[in-house]
């Protein structure tokens, strides 16, 4: 597609109930990452996944929380038993490897997740 | 690992005058710096980005500079318009393709 897809835009769930997150990244993009916002608050990273190397699970806040990519297309990201901390905008982004030299990000419009 | 610092949290002009963000990295090894805009409810999107060998890089009212020795860059908007007003982030990448975002600072531009 033209640019990074994610679903749903919205989600609002009870808190205890898993949830699923879901980005399409753009043709071609090898690196793909997951942050989250929170309102009003910078960007937190979560995961990276590069190509067919191990991802980066460093940001990932609690074992809740988990991420899964088929090859270089769809990831997606899992929280499970929200709590309302949760509750935040998630944001995907995809980018080509660059092999350290740096390649800009392109986001996507990003999941807004409201636990109640 | 990288840390970033990014100043001030918010900034305030007046319409025609410049503004100025400036961010501190922690490691000399950093070698990319790009700027993201982001609007109220929309993604954050590049704006400029530079590389560690300039020193410098315009695109019309947007400018950024880069001082490794100091390490440090600045985003400077010129003749500044309302629709500048956003929150601006700042990141720096190292020897790898994960960023490390700055904190942001909410610009407004009063008409």
């Known amino acids: 597609g033209a640019g990074v897809s994610q679903s749903p835009s919205n989600k609002v769930t009870e808190k205890g109930k898993d949830v699923e997150l879901r980005c399409d990244p753009i043709?071609?993009?090898?690196?793909l990452y997951w942050y989250r916002q929170r309102l009003g608050q910078g960007l937190e990273f979560l995961i990276y996944?590069?190509?067919?190397?191990?991802?980066?699970k460093s940001g990932l806040p609690s074992d809740r929380f988990s991420a899964e990519r088929t090859g270089e297309s769809v990831s997606t990201l899992t929280i499970q038993r929200t709590q309302q901390e949760d509750s935040a905008v998630y944001l995907c982004?995809?980018?080509?490897?660059?092999?350290?030299?740096?390649?800009?990000?392109?986001f996507g419009d990003g999941t807004r997740l409201s636990i109640l | 690992g990288e840390n970033v610092e990014q100043h001030p949290s918010t900034l305030s002009v007046q319409e025609g005058d410049s503004a100025v963000i400036k961010c501190t990295y922690s490691?000399?090894?950093?070698?990319?710096f790009p700027w993201y805009k982001q609007e109220l409810g929309k993604r954050p999107q590049l704006i400029i980005d530079?590389?560690?060998?300039?020193g410098e890089k315009k695109d019309q009212r947007i400018a950024v500079t880069l001082n490794k020795t100091a390490k440090h860059f600045s985003l400077h908007i010129t003749e500044t318009q309302p629709e500048d007003s956003a929150v601006y982030f700042c990141?720096?990448?190292?020897?790898?393709?994960?960023?490390?975002f700055g904190t942001g600072t909410r610009l407004q531009v009063f008409p």
């Open positions: 982004a995809s980018s080509q490897l660059s092999g350290g030299l740096g390649q800009p990000q392109h």
């Open positions: 043709s071609g993009h090898t690196a």
């Open positions: 996944f590069q190509g067919n190397s191990a991802p980066d």
């Open positions: 490691d000399s090894a950093s070698n990319y």
């Open positions: 530079i590389r560690s060998n300039v």
């Open positions: 990141a720096a990448l190292r020897d790898t393709d994960k960023l490390i």
